[in-house]
């Protein structure tokens, strides 16, 4: 079988899709002017694309450097999404590549950052043990790769656009305070955040509200972090930061206890548990506010993508906004408010992506190429994900009531 030109039998797949193509035999194909432009470096990267499902495939090649995208990670994401490739066959795969090349039918080794997810794959899935290996590896790369993408606020959950001129720290102080005004914090008040990062929500409420707060986190470069931005704030004995698992905390009263970006990684058989300890820390009429990715329906599979699980958040689980409605309700919460932010975590992610590209060669010295290709692919393919309603952001109000009374006004007092 005559051997067909890279780009031009990859192009035929593509379709109608405005992406060039430049194989590594030197062929090219698509408009010259395309937005988006694949690079192919070798057999590999077909490899990678055709014996690998959909976004896997394109991961492991990108990751890899077998595969270099050039333009926007966004734009190239949004057409590759919908393209014939993912949509393939089996057997249109293997078509596919004996007619490119017979040889890049071999097995090829997922790239080391994948592997580095795999090897977790040991003991009870979220025992404590695995949790924290997942956890570190993930958050325990370095401070300055977050400082780098984040921006100063240091905060990796989705912000809360008050304005549509808002800058993405306008956002995520917004967020806290909005969290803040849901729990009714008051001077004096003690609060526990559980999955805290690296201190925003626990700055924000004693710098702000006069809270005495706690946060507790499983990685450690997080916590020494934060330990060291409420010194410098002068908060030490008012705020605080533990580097532990949250099953952990022996303290009970709390005032209100606030969930950011934790429930995605605590599993859906654990979420009963989950809600009876928080529901357990909080004094009667406590507030607990949990804020998470959710799927668009309680039906839909609750473990993440391959990507995802493999190279980001190993062991991730996302359930809908149902399924935590009712855990919480089954397991002593009153729920009292809920509402959905996702086109607001696209647009954190879009700010985020931004952050990233901006100061991608320091980005990239700081974990190494692989790790950042890692980030930028996946935070771009998040914001399509909430642009698409693929995945949602909610967040959800409960209250632990006293004979009935949830000592809430009779309308919301946290404002629009």
Not at 49 to 56: D, E, I, K
Not at 121 to 146: C, M, P, T
Not at 204 to 231: C, D, M, N, P
Request: contains cysteine; aromatic residues 8%; charged residues 25%.
């Amino acid at each position: 079988m005559t051997r067909r030109p890279v780009a031009e039998t990859l192009g035929g797949v593509l379709g109608a899709a405005p992406i060039a193509v430049e194989g590594y035999d030197g062929s090219r194909h698509g408009p010259p002017d395309a937005p988006v432009r694949l690079r192919l470096r070798s057999p590999r990267a077909l490899s990678y694309l055709a014996t690998a499902p959909g976004q896997l495939g394109l991961a492991r090649a990108y990751v890899s450097g077998e595969l270099d995208v050039a333009g926007d990670m966004y734009t190239a994401l949004s057409l590759l999404w919908s393209d014939s490739m993912a949509r393939l066959t089996w057997a249109g795969r293997l078509d596919v590549l004996r007619r490119l090349d017979p040889g890049a039918l071999r097995w090829v080794s997922p790239p080391a950052e994948e592997w580095g997810a795999r090897r977790l794959r040991h003991g009870l899935r979220h025992s404590k043990a695995r949790a924290a290996e997942g956890i570190s590896r993930h958050y325990d790369v370095s401070n300055r790769f977050y400082e780098l993408v984040l921006g100063p606020s240091m905060t990796y959950t989705c912000a809360c656009f008050p304005a549509e001129d808002a800058t993405l720290e306008q956002a995520q102080e917004h967020k806290h305070d909005l969290v803040c005004r849901k729990l009714g914090l008051r001077p004096g008040m003690r609060l526990l955040d559980v999955g805290c990062g690296w201190g925003g929500m626990v700055l924000h409420a004693a710098r702000h509200y006069g809270a005495r707060a706690i946060g507790v986190t499983l990685a450690r470069k997080q916590a020494e972090w934060g330990s060291k931005a409420i010194a410098e704030e002068g908060l030490d004995g008012v705020a605080e930061i533990r580097h532990g698992d949250y099953r952990d905390v022996p303290e009970t009263g709390f005032d209100a206890v606030s969930s950011i970006g934790l429930t995605e990684h605590i599993g859906l058989r654990n979420l009963p548990g989950y809600f009876q300890f928080l529901h357990s820390r909080l004094r009667p009429q406590g507030r607990l506010l949990n804020h998470c990715i959710t799927r668009p329906t309680t039906t839909d599979r609750t473990r993440t993508d391959k990507f995802i699980d493999r190279y980001v958040f190993p062991d991730g689980e996302l359930v809908g906004v149902g399924t935590i409605v009712s855990a919480m309700q089954d397991n002593g919460f009153e729920v009292r408010h809920e509402e959905n932010l996702r086109e607001h975590y696209a647009r954190t992610l879009a700010g985020w992506c931004a952050n990233l590209d901006t100061h991608w060669d320091e980005a990239a010295r700081e974990v190494g190429e692989g790790r950042a290709r890692v980030w930028q692919l996946y935070m771009a393919g998040s914001r399509l994900g909430f642009e698409t309603r693929g995945i949602e952001l909610h967040q959800v109000l409960g209250v632990r009531t006293e004979n009935g009374s949830a000592a809430f006004p009779l309308r919301s007092d946290w404002g629009a």
